[in-house]
């Protein structure tokens, strides 16, 4: 360090430090290990960061050096947390590491003592957000040219490089998230008018297959009688899924109304079973008791179709889908509950926290994942819950819970 005292050098070097603009991460870091080689005058440093899905610590930021160049030229700038080293130890043990003598190091890569021909190095764990996510490397080619000084000088200023990263990664996500903000906003608003248009357009459509329809029952042409009530069908849930996404605009809007009466749920849930049953899936109610809740009778209707026809689509043939009707009592007073069970594969794992989010869908889902979301909000608006359970190979659960009806 050449007689310069560490708080003086520390001060000039932190000075740099905050100049950095908030670029991006890479940017960030080179700059910042561009300041450190010039206040020690090292040969090269390197902040190493841990790629977690590779478990390597790759070199996304290092001084604008030579011996930078060639340590990418050979590769040296990933480092696998199989191959040890110098690096990973300081990572894994959360420790500094200083030698004078690194090409004696045996526990040292053979490409750095050989290739890089590194003498003296200093490396200290970088920490971002409280958490050690890598490692701040200095590098010389002279022997014994570190000092404690140095030492203790890399160690105060890797902190401070935790913070440019940690900066220069919030700015990323920031502005990862606002396109993505945007690019949903112009998603769902060319969806709502686009559910505007299709819905004009089914009316005629619609009218004309009844038509079609009838005149096929009157010349008692039976396949012409199935292809009609067919196609009738498929506008029929054209017609409801468009329903959905329209409610998706009101709910955003604040203009979704509900109609709150006494609903008994046992006989909404029976009344769903009769429509939704197909020769392949029943779909059966148990229901113990009467169970009255305060709610909007189509909307309740609205969301357990939602749920209803979600579990359908995901039972094996023949399985029955079944909606169990009950009370649960809790500190704030009762709810009444439906669960919708089905023995279908589950939920995967990865998809669980997102299920109930608006346009997500699972890799194998061909829907446009609005009905579950949907069928959550409408929960929420009745000051209910919708929540579901869930293992590989063992089906799902979901269960709706309403305020129960009070006669006061």
Same mark, same amino acid.
């Given at each position: 360090m050449q007689g310069q005292p560490v708080q003086a050098l520390l001060l000039r070097t932190l000075e740099r430090l905050f100049e950095i603009p908030s670029a991006d991460l890479p940017t960030a870091l080179a700059l910042a290990c561009d300041a450190i080689a010039e206040a020690i005058h090292a040969d %090269?440093?390197?902040?190493?960061?841990? *790629? $977690? #899905? %590779?478990? #390597?610590?790759?070199?996304?930021?290092?001084?604008?050096? $030579?011996?930078?160049?060639?340590? /990418? %030229?050979?590769?040296?700038?990933? =480092? $696998? =947390?199989?191959? @040890? @080293? /110098?690096?990973?130890?300081?990572? *894994? #043990?959360?420790? $500094?590491? /200083?030698?004078? /003598?690194?090409?004696e190091d045996p526990d040292e890569l053979k490409g750095i003592r050989e290739t890089l021909k590194l003498e003296s190095v200093v490396g200290v764990p970088i920490e971002l957000g409280g958490e050690v996510r890598g490692v701040l490397m200095v590098c010389s080619l002279k022997r014994d040219f570190f000092t404690d000084d140095d030492e203790r000088f890399v160690a105060l200023i890797s902190r401070w490089v935790g913070t440019v990263a940690h900066r220069a990664e919030l700015v990323e996500e920031i502005g990862r998230n606002a396109v993505e903000q945007g690019r949903r906003a112009v998603a769902e608003e060319l969806v709502t008018v686009l559910a505007h248009d299709l819905r004009n357009f089914l009316s005629p459509i619609s009218a004309r297959l009844q038509l079609l329809w009838r005149r096929a029952q009157q010349d008692e042409r039976a396949a012409d009688v199935r292809d009609s009530q067919a196609a009738l069908h498929g506008v029929e849930r054209l017609s409801r899924l468009i329903s959905d996404i329209l409610d998706v605009a009101r709910l955003d809007q604040g203009v979704f109304r509900l109609d709150l009466q006494p609903v008994d749920l046992g006989s909404l849930c029976s009344e769903i079973a009769r429509t939704l049953s197909t020769p392949t899936h029943e779909v059966v109610v148990a229901a113990s008791e009467e169970v009255i809740v305060d709610a909007d009778p189509s909307r309740v209707s609205q969301c357990l179709e939602n749920l209803v026809s979600n579990a359908i689509r995901h039972s094996p043939r023949d399985a029955p889908v079944v909606m169990i009707v009950g009370t649960k009592s809790l500190d704030q007073g009762g709810v009444g509950s439906v669960e919708v069970v089905d023995e279908g594969p589950g939920v995967p794992v990865e998809l669980l926290p997102r299920i109930f989010d608006r346009f997500y869908a699972g890799k194998s889902s061909t829907g446009l994942g609005i009905g579950l979301y949907l069928a959550r909000r409408i929960a929420m608006a009745h000051g209910g819950a919708l929540s579901v359970e869930s293992s590989p190979g063992k089906g799902a659960r979901f269960r709706l819970q309403l305020p129960l009806h009070r006669d006061d």
């Open positions: %090269k440093v390197d902040a190493f960061l841990l *790629e $977690p #899905t %590779k478990h #390597t610590l790759v070199a996304i930021g290092a001084s604008n050096q $030579p011996l930078s160049s060639l340590q /990418r %030229k050979v590769g040296l700038d990933v =480092l $696998p =947390l199989a191959n @040890g @080293g /110098r690096a990973v130890q300081v990572f *894994e #043990t959360r420790r $500094p590491f /200083r030698s004078g /003598r690194l090409r």
